[in-house]
């Protein structure tokens, strides 16, 4: 089988989408669809569920996208393994990241690595807390920073991060003019919230549940600049970590505000990676530029 159709098959198993894997890819979505159907023909086996809504893999197409993975993992590992032995530092580093980090903390960080490494390429994914996690126990991912929460027992943390949580502000909001608040003021006001499922939304029902609080939720995403834009566009507030308001809190087009000590908690985000996985020189040496940076 071609390495071509191995990356064709991973690609629609990852958009669900035979069109977007193309597009992806820079060919022809005919291409894609006669190397899943050679696929299928040699392994005797439907390994897509062609649905309304898009390719879905069946479980033989998960065993085969699991198997999949690890060859175009060893092949990846196999030439970087060349180009060392020649004196070149190269590859791709897959890592996945909550969001807040990557403005504060990702972005800047490859950028200054990239101009000491030209070789090296980045491909990165922005999932809650959670996923980050399970994307590090799949090998989807190299390394992952996440806000430390319930860390499966197959990931690894390599430092910890103490991070604390503030209130953003409109402006134009009736707390603006403060420069501390109780977290209970909060209630009497819209608040606007991730999802459930991110961490900084179960602090926040952990502490609503605990203290008997009702905070008037009234909108909720999973994307924090959006979140950003609808708070300054209705005069609202907002909860995110620190690091996530640190260009709102310079050039003061939000109202960040401390909460009083005490009541809602710090957390620590932290940089992780699969326990045992093998890690290139490129990655290793992300990881010891990247652990060192102070983020706040």
Not at 24 to 49: G, P, Y
Not at 77 to 98: F, R
């Amino acid at each position: 089988m071609k390495v071509s159709s191995f990356k064709y098959f991973l690609a629609v198993a990852e958009t669900g989408s035979i069109r977007q894997a193309a597009k992806n890819l820079h060919v022809s979505a005919s291409a894609i669809s006669r190397q899943i159907q050679n696929l299928e023909h040699n392994f005797k086996s439907t390994l897509f569920e062609r649905k309304a809504l898009g390719m879905a893999l069946t479980e033989e197409g998960r065993i085969i996208e699991k198997h999949m993975r690890s060859t175009m993992r060893e092949m990846e590992i196999a030439q970087v393994e060349i180009d060392e032995i020649h004196g070149l530092l190269t590859g791709t580093i897959n890592y996945s990241t909550i969001e807040g980090v990557l403005n504060a903390w990702m972005l800047p960080a490859i950028a200054e690595f990239q101009t000491r490494y030209t070789g090296i390429k980045f491909s990165g994914k922005i999932y809650a807390s959670d996923i980050v996690y399970q994307s590090l126990a799949t090998d989807q991912a190299d390394l992952g920073i996440a806000l430390e929460h319930d860390i499966p027992h197959e990931v690894e943390v390599i430092k910890r991060f103490e991070t604390g949580f503030k209130i953003a502000l409109s402006p134009n909001h009736e707390l603006a003019g403060r420069d501390t608040l109780e977290i209970e003021e909060l209630a009497s006001f819209p608040l606007a919230m991730l999802c459930e499922g991110f961490h900084t939304r179960h602090l926040l029902d952990t502490l609503s549940s605990r203290k008997g609080l009702a905070f008037n939720i009234t909108f909720e995403l999973d994307n924090i600049d959006i979140l950003k834009q609808f708070v300054l566009s209705t005069n609202g507030a907002t909860i995110l970590p620190d690091y996530s308001l640190i260009s709102e809190s310079q050039d003061n087009s939000m109202k960040v505000i401390n909460i009083n000590k005490g009541v809602f908690p710090n957390s620590t985000t932290v940089l992780c990676v699969r326990k045992g996985r093998y890690l290139t020189k490129a990655t290793r040496q992300f990881i010891s530029f990247i652990r060192d940076i102070d983020i706040i």
